[in-house]
């Protein structure tokens, strides 16, 4: 869009002021998203485009998202904190109860405050952003193990491995490509792994291991921090479901513990830090241990080897499905994720308990 029609929907929404100008923030691979600064007020604002191709309901989407902020601000004024810092400020639209813009129909457009004088990492690459980072995530949780609002189910079937063992025999059993022989010792990994994987869904499916509110994108990049490297808020709530809590916590080791890239060609480089996985379990326990229960602690570690497993199995299902869900940058991406997924995956099992 021209920088003239993005000053016309950043105008939609109620700014309390006039906007200068619209510029693109980040590299956008999921939603678009724009900084809008204003010419007559020092605030600025956060414009963004929802991928509605992966978020199917946008408008369950926002109001997941403005139930959660709400709540959140609640609990942050209570204790006697700054709630235009601590969590993050949906700004409706001028005139109109709504918090989202939709133009041509089908492109959904919404608005936060920006956040001044915050910092964000791409990488926990020191013990000290590691345990923060479980420290904000743990505080998220918990200023919402009150929550009582039903969420919508934006995300059907996510983390489900039942769900994704359905998708994998189909691929299995297809062989659309024709890669199931060339592979046949990491689709022996997948099926070794299976009962067990599928023994501790059941105990969420009986309500052994509760539903909380959670992030499920726990990324050090989604949690905004002071210039003292303490955690401000959780952002990039888009994906907010009623979801165990262990798979925030086991998604936040898979990214932030790997001593390699996600799609790191060279297996050597993978491997689970420990130093960093006991520093990002010590913050998150300094918020969490208060409202986890025990059975959500005993399982803490294997949730680890969960989201790992679940994320190795995506990429290889992906493989043998011809590459058509993750964007690939060569032929043999996919099973070059898949195979730093396994390697991680093994060092996660040989150095926690499960």
């Known amino acids: 869009m021209e920088n003239k029609e993005l000053?016309?929907?950043?105008?939609?929404?109620?700014?309390?002021?006039?906007?200068?100008?619209?510029?693109?923030?980040?590299?956008?691979?999921?939603?678009?998203?724009?900084i809008v600064t204003m010419s007559d007020i020092p605030a600025k604002y956060i414009l963004q485009k929802k991928n509605k191709n992966i978020f199917k309901d946008v408008p369950g989407m926002m109001d997941n998202?403005?139930?959660?902020?709400?709540?959140?601000?609640?609990?942050?004024?209570?204790?006697?904190?700054?709630?235009?810092?601590?969590?993050?400020?949906?700004?409706?639209?001028?005139n109109a109860p709504s918090m989202y813009y939709t133009l041509y129909k089908d492109e959904y457009w919404c608005m936060t405050l920006f956040i001044e004088e915050s910092?964000?990492?791409?990488?926990?690459?020191?013990?000290?952003?590691?345990?923060?980072?479980?420290?904000?995530?743990a505080k998220f949780q918990s200023l919402l193990s009150d929550f009582k609002t039903p969420l919508v189910d934006t995300l059907p079937g996510f983390h489900n491995i039942k769900f994704r063992f359905e998708q994998w025999d189909a691929s299995l059993s297809k062989d659309v490509v024709g890669r199931a022989d060339s592979v046949r010792e990491l689709i022996?990994?997948?099926?070794?792994?299976?009962?067990?994987?599928?023994?501790f869904y059941e105990l969420i499916e009986r309500g052994e291991i509760p539903k909380r509110v959670t992030h499920n994108d726990t990324k050090i990049s989604n949690i905004l921090f002071d210039k003292s490297q303490n955690v401000l808020c959780v952002i990039d709530l888009d994906t907010v479901l009623s979801a165990p809590c262990l798979y925030d916590f086991g998604d936040s080791i898979r990214s932030y513990a790997n001593t390699g890239l996600e799609d790191d060609p060279n297996l050597e480089n993978v491997s689970m830090s420990r130093d960093i996985y006991e520093a990002y379990l010590k913050g998150y326990l300094s918020e969490a241990e208060s409202f986890l229960t025990d059975i959500e602690k005993k399982y803490l570690p294997f949730s680890a080897k969960y989201i790992t497993?679940?994320?190795?199995?995506?990429?290889?299902?992906?493989?043998?499905?011809?590459?058509?869900?993750?964007?690939?940058?060569?032929?043999?991406?996919?099973?070059?994720?898949?195979?730093?997924q396994l390697r991680l995956l093994q060092?996660?099992?040989?150095?926690?308990?499960?």
Do not use: C, W
């Not at 000053?7 to 200068?20: H, M, P, Q, T």
């Not at 199995?313 to 043999?332: A, N, S, V």
């Not at 060092?347 to 499960?354: C, H, R």
């Open 119 to 137: 910092v964000t990492y791409q990488r926990a690459d020191t013990l000290v952003l590691a345990e923060q980072g479980g420290r904000g995530i």
């Open 347 to 354: 060092s996660i099992e040989q150095q926690l308990a499960l």
């Open 309 to 340: 497993y679940e994320q190795f199995l995506r990429f290889l299902m992906d493989f043998l499905d011809g590459d058509t869900y993750y964007k690939i940058k060569y032929p043999e991406h996919n099973l070059v994720r898949a195979k730093a």
């Open 188 to 199: 022996a990994e997948i099926e070794v792994r299976r009962k067990q994987m599928l023994d």
């Open 7 to 34: 000053i016309e929907v950043a105008s939609r929404f109620d700014l309390k002021g006039n906007v200068e100008s619209v510029n693109t923030l980040g590299e956008g691979f999921i939603n678009d998203t724009f």
């Open 65 to 94: 998202i403005v139930a959660v902020t709400e709540h959140l601000k609640r609990k942050i004024v209570a204790y006697g904190g700054n709630p235009l810092r601590e969590t993050l400020t949906q700004i409706p639209l001028l």
